[in-house]
């Protein structure tokens, strides 16, 4: 369960912004890593989180927040300015417990950010990976979380456009967003208003026992919607109601004309709304990127990523892609022997995870010493959103250096506050 946002313009002054909070078992944690590009010889297999599937010549160098049991990520960017998160959707063709491993949810953000230069190149190297391999197997590690098998939604952006993707199976269909908020969350979202679809969608899901002519127009919320009840939720945490909830937020939000980083900071930090989760599941990550306007501007992308649960007690660092960046140790989980067994959770907690469990303890029991913390991590995050604002401001290429070790730096500095 995710909740996933964009703001264009005119919402914005010229720039695009994403947003994703990754609600997930508190079990699970989630690391952020960079890959660079790579290049591949032909006929190369790839391995993902448990199947292997046809490598591509050349890859993109991406940046990742993902849980450490998997190959795929919850969300991400690539060094072309496209981001991709994506969420869990119920359909009428999961079935709990059907745990036959093909790709997984996750595997397919990493696949279309590797492959994918825009964000209509990514949604179309997904959905042929989706046609080739289809998606199923264990989404979840934590045992208790064992009956977890479901389909998913994706929202992909670039500096120009974004696309919805919602999947049943084999099904898909997909809409373009130019302007203007969106937003998705745990449930399917497209009706009869898309742009793209699967081949013979109709006429397949006819076969499938799915759909009938006489019902009218083709529904894609419709055919294929369905609810899990394996968790439980209050009313406001119902996807229906953070999908609502979500959409009043941007829309209040943007009003202005001047939808920021800032804003979007705040969207992803309101508990309120239960965009911000507790629970059964919480917010283990969160991301937000800042796409530049297209306008042949060479000023870099800015990609902020917590890497920790709770935004409203974690820090967003950013990371901005160059010549040789360096993403550090602290975000990287250790790799225990062997594949998940899914009958136990490994302990793959990461320096800074560790690091901020602790402060996020002391933060959540309102405690003076807590408080003075809170305040403390408030201000870096500011300071650092001044500096990076006045880096931008004045950048020219030459200075792109100057940001090698930028997230390397923040996040080890900010494990020794914790400390």
Known sequence: MSDIFVALPPATGGCVIFGKNSDRPPSEVQEVVYQSSQDYEP????QCTFIEVEQVTHTYAVVLSKAAWTWGAEMGANEHGVCIGNTSVWTKLCHPGDHN???????????????????????????????????????????NFGQWTYHNSYLLVDRHEAWVLDTAGLFWVAKKI????????????????????????????????LYKPDQGDFNFFKTFHSSFSGLSLSDKQQAENRLE???????TL????????????QLLRNEASSINFSGELETMSS?????????????????????????????????????????????????PEGKPTF????????????????GRELMEGGSQTGKRLLQTMKSLEIQCVLDVSEYLQNFDKTKLDEVNDLFKDLTESEVKFYR
């Open 43 to 46: 006929g190369t297999k790839l």
């Open 101 to 143: 491993e093909k790709l997984i949810g996750v595997d397919f953000v990493r696949l279309g950010l590797e492959r994918g230069k825009t964000a209509k190149e990514a949604l179309v190297a997904i959905t042929e990976l989706l046609k080739l391999h289809g998606q199923g197997g264990h989404c979840c590690e934590d045992p």
């Open 178 to 209: 130019t302007n203007g908020t969106h937003n998705i969350t745990s449930m399917l979202s497209i009706e009869s208003d898309f742009d793209l679809s699967s081949d013979g969608l109709q006429e397949e899901a006819e076969k499938a026992g």
């Open 245 to 251: 909830q979500g959409r009043q937020l941007l829309q």
């Open 254 to 265: 943007a009003k202005p004309g001047e939808f920021s980083q800032h804003n979007m900071f």
């Open 287 to 335: 991301q937000v990127s800042v796409l530049q306007p297209k306008n042949g501007s060479m000023v870099p992308d800015v990609h902020w990523f917590t890497g920790t649960p709770n935004p409203g007690l974690s820090v967003f660092k950013p990371f901005i892609f160059c010549e040789e960046p360096t993403i550090g140790k602290v975000t990287i989980s250790p790799a």
């Open 343 to 358: 009958q136990s959770v490994a302990d793959r907690r990461h320096m800074l995870y560790k690091a901020h469990e602790k």
